[in-house]
């Protein structure tokens, strides 16, 4: 994905609150999809959002403001479980396929 | 439940054999996906359908073809397998807020 940005690691210790954020870059936008994706596994579907404002999800929460194309992925409470790779995506207007940014590696630390 | 899937989850081939990775979906989506990731680049897009009979190109669709001859199946074709095509292959079928991945096959092409 050459046009979404999103940092390459981040750290966190259990129990904190991390924010991973994804900057993009698109001619028209349909939503803003967000994946986790432990190693060796298939990515899975965490959230989406297209209006501008926050999403919540339990201890997972997204946030998009369209007019600034940046979007953030907050995880509370974090568990061992996080670590895990999360993949910011967005789909273009007009279309339903999803551009990948390359993934931030999250490592959860006691 | 609804499920996607595909096989065969791991693969080992020639230089210059045809591979075709089967994908299968029960969630009725009319859209499906096939998507390569490879370290360094994220996932990226090979192929998409949007209904029966419909294909189209992606970002990576050089060496690679598909065919939808109904709702639930997609089927990827390596036509002449090269080694730059080794990587984990993921199908994906979904709507315009959301979208879901099938286990991946890993293919090495020797």
């Known amino acids: 994905g050459q046009n979404i940005d999103q940092p390459t690691e981040m750290t966190a210790t259990e129990g904190a609150i991390v924010q991973i954020n994804c900057t993009y870059q698109t001619s028209g936008f349909n939503g803003l999809f967000w994946y986790q994706q432990h190693a060796g596994e298939a990515p899975t579907f965490l959230s989406y959002n297209v209006l501008d404002g926050l999403e919540e999800k339990g201890r997972f929460s997204s946030f998009l403001s369209r007019s600034k194309g940046y979007s953030y992925l907050l995880l509370k409470e974090l568990q061992m479980k996080d670590s895990a790779s999360y993949l910011c995506?967005?789909?273009?207007?007009?279309?339903?396929?999803?551009?990948f940014g390359k993934g931030t590696k999250l490592s959860v630390i006691p | 439940d609804a499920e996607i899937t595909q096989s065969p989850r791991h693969k080992i081939t020639e230089t210059g054999r045809q591979v075709t990775l089967a994908c299968h979906q029960t969630?009725?989506?009319?859209?499906m996906f096939w998507y390569r990731q490879d370290l360094g680049h994220g996932l990226r897009l090979i192929h998409y359908?949007?209904?029966?009979?419909?294909?189209n190109k992606g970002e990576v669709s050089d060496g690679y073809s598909v065919s939808r001859s109904n709702t639930e199946d997609l089927p990827l074709t390596l036509e002449s397998a090269a080694s730059s095509q080794t990587s984990v292959y993921f199908c994906?079928?979904?709507?315009?807020?959301?979208?879901?991945f099938g286990p991946g096959t890993r293919l090495t092409v020797t």
């Open positions: 969630w009725n989506h009319n859209n």
């Open positions: 359908s949007y209904g029966v009979q419909d294909t």
């Open positions: 995506a967005h789909m273009r207007a007009g279309s339903y396929q999803l551009t």
């Open positions: 994906a079928s979904g709507t315009s807020y959301e979208q879901y």
